[in-house]
């Protein structure tokens, strides 16, 4: 039933600051009055309590209170933060990083919720320096090599047994050297601090001594005075026509390793003569 209050004033009524839970409410719709219990007023609004802030109070607050008006800020994009709907009508914050398919991502597991960027490892011949914010990446390789060198030597390398190397005579010179220590004999002494695998290239003019002719010569790399079999290059040669041998490999040097050059006569203990010889590292 409707119960109508028509021609009634509001008079001065006595103030109060709380709306006890007994009480009615009253209003007008197309100039006929109403009224309503307060609990139903609050059940139709669909509010109780009050709403406040919480958390840290130097943080960007969500709710703002303006007076007697609560404002809900929206949650907008950043530098590398994506803020949407989710699929459950939810606000979704997640990073908005563009990760680089070519080579080697410095960011794995982009979709996972916590991602991971990687460490930086210095590898054999590269060298890492972090300064501040800053990444420096360098190559420790131009600074490995050496060469020396024979010209017109005319010291012969005493052949012993037909099965056996020898470490090749003469005086070598020293051409460029970053890394690496020379001497006169011909060692080259490797000096950088980290293992490093560096080509090793020889190139000699060599024959043997005076009367002898058709002899199986063969070169070798030494490394710290063991001959290396795997790097022989081997040719018939004859007095008086020097021959050129020349060879490269690869080989591992930790500090203080060495190479040599050893030459072998596999047919007689005829002496034999380096002419000429470029034998380096780089």
């Known amino acids: 039933m409707v119960r109508r209050a028509t021609g009634r004033r509001k008079s001065d009524f006595v103030a109060q ?31 109780t309590g009050t709403i406040v802030t919480t958390g840290s109070g130097t943080a960007a607050p969500v709710l703002e209170k303006d007076g007697t008006i609560n404002k809900i800020r929206n949650i907008e994009n950043g530098s590398g933060i994506a803020a949407s709907i989710s699929a459950t009508d939810g606000v979704e914050i997640k990073h908005n990083f563009t990760v680089d398919a070519t ?52 010291t012969d390398t005493v052949i012993a ?36 695998v560096l080509t090793v290239h020889a190139s000699i003019s060599i024959e043997p001594v005076s009367g002898n002719n058709n002899q199986d010569i063969s070169v070798y790399v030494a490394k710290n005075g063991a001959v290396i079999a795997g790097t022989r290059i081997s040719a018939v040669i004859s007095n008086g026509a020097p021959q050129n041998l020349s060879l490269s490999t690869n080989q591992s040097f930790a500090t203080n390793d060495y190479i040599e ?17 470029l034998f380096g590292v780089d």
């Open 103 to 154: 080579g080697s991502p410095l960011m794995l597991n982009t979709t996972a919720v916590s991602p991971t960027f990687v460490s930086l490892f210095a590898g054999s011949g590269i060298s890492l320096t972090a300064t501040g914010n800053i990444i420096a990446i360098s190559s420790n390789d131009a600074l490995h090599y050496v060469e020396s060198f024979l010209q017109t030597n005319t």
């Open 261 to 277: 050059l050893f030459v072998q006569n596999s047919t007689s203990t005829a002496n034999l003569t380096v002419v000429r010889g």
């Open 17 to 47: 600051d709380t709306v006890p839970a007994n009480s009615f409410m009253d209003y007008f719709v197309d100039n006929t009055n109403y009224r309503i219990s307060y609990t139903n007023l609050v059940s139709g609004l669909g509010v």
């Open 161 to 196: 047994a037909t099965t056996t190397p020898v470490l090749i005579a003469g005086t070598w010179e020293f051409g460029a050297n970053t890394g690496f220590t020379q001497t006169s004999g011909g060692k080259l002494t490797y000096n950088g601090s980290s293992t490093a």
